[in-house]
């Protein structure tokens, strides 16, 4: 079936580390996003990339990074900068055509 | 800076009550706008409003777009458990790239 992967479900991180998240899409997207959820709130927009080798920062990138190294893979990285990490994260992709945005199931990162 | 208003931020209705979800955005460049509905995980797509006027309808969920007064409501006709749920408002300005996402109405119909 084709579809968005996110891995891990749950993620603890300890003070200092930096820890990556995981998203692979198979649908052959070119655009893929990440996104952050707090208790409340919507979804902002950290970081997203139209192509391979290409990544734009969205409204809340400092403390994290990217990486589009195959069109399929939009890796994650929280650093130890981002000082207040606890929160549910979204991945997501399109095509670059006037299409929705169809998300993963979410990684939930912790402090511990 | 694109904005995008939700409301109301909570809701509470009895079973087979009909709801009225409000959005309304003041975005640059407005291209079109999105609903989305949340359960516990991945939000899943809804409706793509992009003319004035128009409903868009799936079963007992409904949508339209009034792009003169930049808002756009999504009703739910006789609503069950199963329609509990965060609703999310999204549009897409700035071309077709990115997403501004509003904080989302969450909905709880109760048996």
């Known amino acids: 079936d084709g579809g968005i992967t996110q891995s891990p479900k749950y993620l603890f991180r300890k003070e200092g580390q930096n820890v990556t998240l995981s998203c692979e899409q198979n649908?052959?997207?070119?655009?893929m996003y990440w996104y952050r959820q707090d208790p409340g709130q919507g979804l902002r927009l950290i970081y997203y990339?139209?192509?391979?080798?290409?990544?734009q920062k969205g409204d809340i990138a400092e403390g994290y990074s990217v990486s589009r190294e195959k069109k399929e893979s939009f890796p994650l990285t929280v650093t130890s900068a981002q000082k207040n990490p606890t929160a549910f994260y979204l991945c997501?992709?399109?095509?670059?055509?006037?299409?929705?945005?169809?998300f993963g199931d979410g990684t939930r990162l912790s402090i511990l | 800076e694109d904005k995008v208003v939700q409301s109301p931020l909570s809701l509470v209705v009895h079973e087979g009550d009909t709801v009225t979800l409000n959005c309304s955005y003041e975005?640059?460049?407005?291209?079109?706008l999105l609903w989305y509905k949340q359960e516990k995980k991945a939000p899943t797509f809804l409706f793509m409003l992009?003319?004035?006027?128009i409903e868009k309808k799936s079963g007992r969920l409904s949508s339209i777009l009034d792009k003169k007064e930049l808002f756009s409501i999504l009703n739910i006709t006789a609503t069950q458990t199963g329609d509990s749920a965060v609703y999310l408002c999204?549009?897409?300005?700035?071309?077709?790239?990115?997403?501004?996402f509003g904080k989302g109405t969450m909905l709880l119909v109760s048996p």
């Open positions: 649908l052959n997207h070119d655009a």
């Open positions: 975005v640059t460049n407005f291209r079109s």
């Open positions: 997501a992709s399109k095509t670059q055509l006037d299409q929705p945005q169809h």
């Open positions: 999204a549009v897409f300005g700035r071309g077709y790239s990115t997403l501004t």
């Open positions: 992009t003319s004035s006027g």
């Open positions: 990339s139209q192509i391979v080798n290409d990544f």
